[in-house]
């Protein structure tokens, strides 16, 4: 009997540990920014946020310091204050500090460049949630609304899951986190798939997500077997995937369970490169008729493809998983970098 307990408080304190070694993506993320995560410091963030305007000239003026740290300092907390100041950032591009010109091109472009959930973004909303858990601590905590994974945390191996994400393969093949980007292993000796699955079950405590919901992520592939491998996002029993390296992409949305096309390949209009992160989305929304329609966006730099397409709800089935996909033979390895569910 004692040894019988001695084994299930073990189990329960592994369990514990286990659940304790997850991240709050929000805390990295203010860690990554340089800001501190005390309550004060939040909330000086955050009213500084809505009154940017009294601060921008003397920030870009910052942008042309003698001091490095000073002018990498000042372009940060221009980035923090997101899109809003883009139109303000370009009136001020004709000055005569060519450091100041070059700095806010580099700003404009990362601002106008990315999907809904640009780092900016992320720092709002997570010093808005810190802020309000701690005003509420008894509050009763609602169903996740935002999933955020960074890939911080690097891992050897990826075949045991990694955070919240657990791993599924027909080929034997796992992967690794490493230098912030996931990566599934590539140059299999059979056709498979390897997937890193976001379980609904997991993190909303329901059996399936809402019916509306966007995932995006960064995607990308290496150089081998152009074409003979794919990349992309699955939810439920359909994804979407491309070809890196391959001419124009050859996108295409597909059954997982039995690779059955739902729109053949198509003509992305630009080779996707590869060894390069490209910023992907999926918009999904369950129609009246449980029907589902899928809208993807692939961007690499000024280059855009975007294509919807309505699935049966039989061919999708139940909207229980999300998952970053690496399928095929022969070919590079697929990377990955910041994945980001938004059930709002």
């Given at each position: 009997?004692?040894?019988?307990?001695?084994?299930?408080?073990?189990?329960?304190l592994l369990a514990l540990a286990s659940a304790?070694?997850?991240?709050?993506?929000?805390?990295?993320?203010?860690?990554?920014?340089?800001?501190?995560?005390?309550?004060?410091?939040?909330?000086?963030?955050?009213?500084?946020?809505?009154?940017?305007?009294?601060?921008?000239?003397?920030?870009?003026?910052?942008?042309?310091?003698?001091?490095?740290?000073?002018?990498?300092?000042?372009?940060?907390?221009?980035?923090?204050?997101?899109?809003?100041?883009?139109?303000?950032?370009?009136?001020?591009?004709?000055?005569?500090?060519?450091?100041?010109?070059?700095?806010?091109?580099?700003?404009?472009?990362?601002?106008?460049?990315?999907?809904?959930?640009?780092?900016?973004?992320?720092?709002?909303?997570?010093?808005?949630?810190?802020?309000?858990?701690?005003?509420?601590?008894?509050?009763?905590?609602?169903?996740?609304?935002?999933?955020?994974?960074?890939?911080?945390?690097?891992?050897?191996?990826?075949?045991?899951?990694?955070?919240?994400?657990?791993f599924k393969t027909g080929v034997g093949e796992?992967?690794?986190?490493?230098?912030?980007?996931?990566?599934?292993?590539?140059?299999?000796?059979?056709?498979?798939?390897?997937?890193?699955?976001?379980?609904?079950?997991?993190?909303?405590?329901?059996?399936?997500?809402?019916?509306?919901?966007?995932?995006?992520?960064?995607?990308?592939?290496?150089?081998?077997?152009?074409?003979?491998?794919?990349?992309?996002?699955?939810?439920?029993?359909?994804?979407?995937?491309?070809?890196?390296?391959?001419?124009?992409?050859?996108?295409?949305?597909?059954?997982?369970?039995?690779?059955?096309?739902?729109?053949?390949?198509?003509?992305?209009?630009?080779?996707?490169?590869?060894?390069?992160?490209?910023?992907?989305?999926?918009?999904?929304?369950?129609?009246?008729?449980?029907?589902?329609?899928?809208?993807?966006?692939?961007?690499?730099?000024?280059?855009?493809?975007?294509?919807?397409?309505?699935?049966?709800?039989?061919?999708?089935?139940?909207?229980?998983?999300?998952?970053?996909?690496?399928?095929?033979?022969?070919?590079?390895?697929?990377?990955?970098?910041?994945?980001?569910?938004?059930?709002?």
């Amino acid at each position: 009997m004692a040894m019988k307990w001695t084994l299930l408080m073990t189990s329960a304190l592994l369990a514990l540990a286990s659940a304790q070694e997850l991240t709050d993506w929000r805390l990295e993320l203010l860690k990554e920014s340089g800001l501190s995560a005390e309550t004060e410091a939040l909330e000086k963030f955050q009213k500084g946020l809505s009154q940017p305007d009294g601060n921008l000239d003397k920030m870009v003026k910052q942008l042309g310091s003698e001091e490095f740290k000073q002018r990498e300092q000042a372009q940060k907390e221009i980035l923090l204050l997101g899109k809003n100041v883009l139109p303000q950032l370009r009136l001020m591009l004709n000055s005569d500090d060519p450091e100041i010109r070059m700095r806010l091109e580099t700003i404009m472009n990362q601002l106008e460049v990315g999907g809904r959930w640009a780092k900016d973004n992320l720092l709002r909303e997570a010093v808005a949630s810190l802020l309000e858990e701690r005003k509420n601590p008894d509050a009763a905590k609602p169903n996740a609304k935002l999933f955020v994974e960074f890939f911080n945390k690097d891992a050897a191996s990826v075949s045991d899951g990694y955070q919240r994400l657990k791993f599924k393969t027909g080929v034997g093949e796992a992967g690794s986190v490493k230098d912030g980007m996931a990566r599934l292993n590539g140059k299999h000796d059979r056709d498979g798939d390897q997937q890193l699955l976001l379980l609904a079950k997991d993190l909303t405590e329901k059996e399936e997500f809402p019916d509306s919901f966007r995932v995006e992520s960064k995607i990308g592939g290496g150089d081998e077997g152009m074409g003979a491998f794919h990349v992309g996002i699955s939810v439920g029993n359909v994804r979407a995937l491309f070809h890196p390296g391959y001419q124009n992409g050859a996108f295409r949305i597909e059954q997982v369970s039995n690779n059955l096309a739902i729109l053949g390949n198509t003509d992305m209009t630009f080779t996707p490169p590869s060894n390069k992160l490209l910023f992907m989305s999926m918009d999904i929304k369950r129609l009246p008729n449980k029907d589902v329609e899928i809208s993807v966006k692939i961007t690499h730099e000024k280059q855009t493809f975007r294509t919807s397409q309505i699935v049966k709800a039989d061919a999708i089935g139940k909207l229980d998983r999300i998952a970053l996909d690496r399928s095929g033979r022969n070919g590079g390895d697929a990377i990955f970098d910041d994945l980001i569910v938004d059930l709002k």
